[in-house]
T-cell receptor, first 113, second 107 residues
Framework: DAGVIQSPRHEVTEMGQEVTLRCKPISGHNSLFWYRQTMMRGLELLIYFNNNVPIDDSGMPEDRFSAKMPNASFSTLKIQPSEPRDSAVYFC???????????FGEGSRLTVL | AQRVTQPEKLLSVFKGAPVELKCNYSYSGSPELFWYVQYSRQRLQLLLRHISRESIKGFTADLNKGETSFHLKKPFAQEEDSAMYYCALEMGNQFYFGTGTSLTVIP
């Protein structure tokens, strides 16, 4: 298995534009997580899916953020409209509950100008 | 509320010296605790978990429920240990991470 696959690896966009980040979890995993990494706040949990259903989105900062998981092999995190303070590295991770180990993607580095 | 606290953002030690990365958690139940590591240009990966009670790459971590701590220790630091370390708490299949400690081992 290639592990968790995220795209794009790097995204540079202008304020106000829509950004879509994509994630393919490890096949067979039933839980998927989106995290945001910044120097100041470390790794923040944005949203968590179990069996494709959003369980907790309390970490999503604003209505500008949305996430979907239409099937077990694909998830998206969308920011619309994007703002400079959204600049961060966004990680997707998956796990097979209840074994408890998270497997991370390589991250998507977002820069909003 | 911050569930996991890592008080040191940056930590530098000399090669061969002992190293301790601090982690405190806030959880009234039975915690599941982990240390994840991110080496330069690599993805985050599991280093160790408290229920395994094993030593990985010379690192150990002991859960102290009285002090609600899960500090990561290694008796003799190596240059290849330089990395970003995150302490994580699992609550109901949700993983909460600290802000991370960047460890630099000076040759």
């Amino acid at each position: 298995d290639a592990g968790v696959i995220q795209s794009p690896r790097h995204e540079v966009t202008e304020m106000g534009q829509e950004v879509t980040l994509r994630c393919k979890p490890i096949s067979g995993h039933n839980s998927l997580f989106w995290y945001r990494q910044t120097m100041m706040r470390g790794l923040e949990l944005l949203i968590y899916f179990n069996n494709n259903v959003p369980i907790d989105d309390s970490g999503m900062p604003e209505d500008r953020f949305s996430a979907k998981m239409p099937n077990a092999s694909f998830s998206t995190l969308k920011i619309q409209p994007s703002e400079p303070r959204d600049s961060a590295v966004y990680f997707c991770a998956s796990s097979l509950y209840p074994t408890g180990e998270l497997f991370f993607g390589e991250g998507s580095r977002l820069t909003v100008l | 509320a911050q569930r996991v606290t890592q008080p040191e953002k940056l930590l530098s030690v000399f090669k061969g010296a002992p190293v301790e990365l601090k982690c405190n958690y806030s959880y009234s139940g039975s915690p599941e605790l982990f240390w994840y590591v991110q080496y330069s240009r690599q993805r985050l990966q599991l280093l160790l978990r408290h229920i395994s009670r094993e030593s990985i790459k010379g690192f150990t971590a002991d859960l102290n429920k009285g002090e609600t701590s899960f500090h990561l220790k290694k008796p003799f630091a190596q240059e290849e240990d330089s990395a970003m370390y995150y302490c994580a708490l699992e609550m109901g299949n949700q993983f909460y991470f600290g802000t991370g400690t960047s460890l630099t081992v000076i040759p």
